[in-house]
């Protein structure tokens, strides 16, 4: 089967833009250097689809095989509620009880309301160190303009940067 790359290329530019984010901007948020996301955006012909592709599509909102049906022709479909998400684990509903019992009363009233706008899991040094989890809520007004929308992905990019650097920094 021929694989469209470049058609997967704009697809990948063209959400990127429609969230207003640069190249360094995405880049940052994914943990990755600018030539990375150029190089997606490029027409590069890959040999198969990468991790990094995969990543690119989780936080376009696209839903798990987008990926392949923009290489196929078609076009990336996004999840338009919580319940388009596909599970990443399986996980019992005392397990997320226990979970919240563990939180602080303003984060689990945080965690339950609103919608997620975006998360990203930042891995500690070894899997036995952990994983520090940022979450960002949307507000309960809908009425921001383009420039205020863009304001705040760029804040929210700017702070899964510097948790980033945080976390990648030698311990001393």
Known sequence: MDRDWAR???AIAAARDDLGLTQPELASALGVGR??????E?????VKVTPLHREVGRR????????EAVLGGGGPTVRTSP????PSTDIEASEVDDLLDDLTERV??????GKV??????????????????IWKRGESQNLTPEQQRDLRRKWSKL???AHEIFSEDSE
Do not use: C, M, P
Not at 83 to 86: L, S
Not at 120 to 127: R, Y
């Open 117 to 134: 706008a975006d998360a990203t899991a930042i891995e500690l040094d070894s899997e036995e160190d952990g994983s520090v989890v940022l």
């Open 60 to 67: 376009f909102n696209w839903t798990d095989g987008s990926i």
């Open 160 to 162: 899964q940067r510097a």
């Open 108 to 113: 689990r009233e945080t965690l339950l309301g």
């Open 8 to 10: 997967l290329s704009r």
């Open 83 to 86: 319940g388009d998400a596909e």
């Open 35 to 40: 030539s990375s996301v150029q190089k997606l």
């Open 42 to 46: 490029s027409g590069h012909q890959y």
